[in-house]
C-alpha cells in the first residue's frame, strides 16, 4: 500500500506544527521533500516601487513632536 500524506500537511507553513503534534510523519515530510523537483532555473527577479504616500508619517517625525511637548512641558515645571 502506498504511503500518502494529507496535503494539508505538506504546506510548509504548517508542516512543522503537524510533525510536533504527531499528525505527519518525518520520513515521510523528507521522502515528500526529496521527491520535489529542482525548479530553481524557473525563478524570475521580480521589482517593486512604492509611491510616497504623503498622509504617513514617518517613526521621526513622531519622535521630534514628542521631544518639542517634552520640552515644552519642562519649561512650564521651571520656577521663574
Same mark, same amino acid.
Given at each position: !500500500? =502506498?504511503?500518502?500524506? #494529507?496535503? $494539508?500537511?505538506? #504546506? ?12 505527519? *510523519?518525518? $520520513? @515521510?515530510?523528507?521522502?515528500?521533500? $526529496?521527491?520535489?523537483? *529542482?525548479? =530553481? *532555473? $524557473? @525563478?524570475?527577479?521580480?521589482?517593486? =516601487? !512604492?509611491?510616497? #504616500? +504623503?498622509?504617513?508619517?514617518? *517613526? +521621526?517625525?513622531?519622535?521630534?513632536? #514628542? ?11 521651571? =520656577?521663574?
Amino acid at each position: !500500500m =502506498a504511503d500518502t500524506v #494529507d496535503p $494539508k500537511h505538506l #504546506d510548509k507553513r504548517t508542516a512543522e506544527r503537524y510533525l510536533r503534534g504527531g499528525q505527519l *510523519d518525518e $520520513k @515521510a515530510y523528507e521522502r515528500h521533500i $526529496k521527491g520535489l523537483p *529542482d525548479v =530553481a *532555473d $524557473k @525563478a524570475t527577479t521580480v521589482e517593486t =516601487a !512604492m509611491e510616497a #504616500d +504623503e498622509d504617513y508619517e514617518s *517613526d +521621526e517625525d513622531e519622535t521630534e513632536g #514628542d521631544e518639542e511637548e517634552a520640552e515644552e512641558g519642562s519649561e512650564e515645571n521651571e =520656577a521663574p
